[in-house]
């Protein structure tokens, strides 16, 4: 008798893991706006993804009973959240970091070439524009420069 309730207890524990799937926008905690190329990752299984350029991802998980998922940007704050089952139009929010890192040394050597001949993309912007913009990051010296 002891047999066939220990058979019936482990049919039932394997009937509690199931596949769970979460999908969802990522998106910033302040403006709403989404997130892409944010590392998604369950840390039991080890799936992982990355969301898109609309902030959306899928991550599908095997015979487990939840999903504990780490959601990792380099200019956001790690995000951890706990799905128990499968959900879908999750939206997960993110408050951006400032990035903590050394001070960085630019340097260049004169060329016998302008600048209008150098076969890529350059721009010049003096220390003067940059101390006055109050940007904190290039992207936002850019906007300001187009006048967005």
């Known amino acids: 008798m002891l047999n066939k309730t ?18 969802g926008t990522i ?10 190329l944010v590392n998604i990752l369950d840390e039991e299984s080890g799936a992982g993804t990355v ?6 991802f899928i991550l599908s998980a095997s015979e487990q ?24 139009g999750v ?15 630019v340097t260049s050597t004169r060329s016998g070439y302008l ?10 912007i003096g220390t003067k524009e940059i101390n006055e913009s109050g940007a904190t990051t290039v992207s936002e010296l850019r906007a300001q420069r187009a006048g967005v």
């Open 91 to 105: 939206v997960v929010p993110m408050t951006e970091t400032l990035l903590q890192m050394n001070d960085v040394v």
């Open 65 to 88: 009973t939840q999903m504990e998922i780490t959601f990792k940007h380099i200019a956001y704050g790690r995000h951890y959240q706990v799905f128990s089952s499968s959900d879908t």
């Open 51 to 56: 969301s898109d350029e609309s902030g959306k």
């Open 115 to 124: 600048l209008r001949e150098v076969p890529i993309a350059t721009e010049v």
């Open 6 to 23: 220990t058979i019936v207890f482990f049919f039932f524990a394997d009937l509690a893991k199931a596949d769970i799937t979460v999908s």
């Open 27 to 36: 998106q910033d905690s302040k403006s709403g706006k989404p997130i892409a």
